[in-house]
């Protein structure tokens, strides 16, 4: 499971607010089975009985910090150059093109035929049926039938004789004399559409009046998105230091069963509305077998957990202080996310899941936050020559 990067900073949000779902669909966090069941005042009383961070479940001793300050991080090239300016441009030039008919195969033309292949007079196996879009040139078919219909017309049937060239991958073929009974359906191109400041105007309704004003677009969108993933991949890369730094002085596989389940019943939550849970959605649409679907949430769960930890104990060493209007800032944020009326009606539900105090609640969330700025904000990029 390689590349966590991406959805890193959503599965620890997954884990730390999945309850705060304004439908308490998330905040099921299951049991060791992976059963829905809302156990989190439990456990956050668990937590508070037992002097543990009321988030993670983190007790003081219960890692010993490594270097955690000053790690190092492999930084991506977000520098954009003018050749994918150019290609991004010509793509969005090509999603406008139109299919103009016409009159006799050419070749770069585009036909749709129907086919049936003769050997010896007799129908060959595999050697019949429909295709559409065939690029003549674009050697889909063997040489000699693509080139054997230019210079037909539409709607003409007639006869291409062929041979297999000797290295064709079916060696009862190969080498072999046939003719194919072609009829043409319908020949056209697609024609491109010039990038001109007129057109580009016209399509952004004038957001963009010219080619030059588009491709800055385009530069400035693909360079958020180099920003963003090399953001993600500074994030697995110095998590991944950080916990390598740190030494788990207790047995993590209950916290990490807890994890994996938590994972499971957020995904299924989500995916029941498509009336499925998310070993089927992984099996039908991502075609992952349910022990590598359960490998992966592991993995995840894994990582995540073992983060809460150093970070609740980066927390515990550096003592941060929180201020009200830090509190209202997260509360505002998150009561913004998941939809509620107001900071209270956000207060209330966080009591309801988890039986402490909002303001509580934000307030271990702004610490562990602020241990995580810390490490993220203090990574040194490695030296490149």
Known sequence: MKKLAVIFLALVLCLSFAACDKD??????????????????????????????????????????????????????????????EENFANYLNSYKSKVEQDEVMDGDYVDIDFV????????????????????????????????????????????????????????????????????KNIYRYVIPEGT???????????????????????????????????????????????????????????????????KAYNDAALSIYGMDSVGYYQTYLGMTEEQYMEMLRAQAELSVRYEFARSAIAEAERFQVTDEEIEELATAQMKQYAYASIDDFYAKLKELYGVEGKVYMEEQIKLNKASDLVMDNAVPEKTE
């Open 24 to 85: 308490d669909k998330a905040g099921n966090t299951g049991d060791e089975n992976g059963n829905n069941s809302n156990n989190a005042v439990e456990r956050t009383q668990e937590y508070l009985n037992e002097g543990k961070n009321i988030i993670t479940g983190y007790k003081t001793g219960d890692v010993t910090l490594g270097q955690y300050v000053g790690l190092t991080y492999n930084p991506m090239d977000v520098s954009v150059s003018d050749e994918e300016i």
């Open 117 to 184: 292949g003769l050997r010896d007079g007799v129908a060959f196996e595999n050697g019949s049926g429909s295709k559409s879009d065939l690029l003549i040139g674009s050697n889909t078919f063997i040489n000699d039938l693509e080139q054997g219909i230019i210079g037909h017309k539409k709607g003409e049937e007639f006869d291409v004789p062929c041979t297999f060239p000797e290295n064709y991958h079916n060696a009862d073929l190969a080498g072999v004399d046939v003719v194919f009974q072609v009829k043409l």
């Open 197 to 263: 400041d007129e057109f580009v105007s016209e399509k952004t309704s004038g957001k963009y009046p010219t080619v030059e004003a588009y491709k800055e677009y385009i530069r400035s969108t693909l360079r958020a998105d180099k920003e963003a993933n090399a953001e993600s991949e500074k994030l697995y890369e110095v998590v991944q230091k950080l916990i390598a730094n740190t030494t788990y002085n207790i047995d993590m596989e209950p916290e990490i069963e807890r994890g994996v389940a938590s994972l």
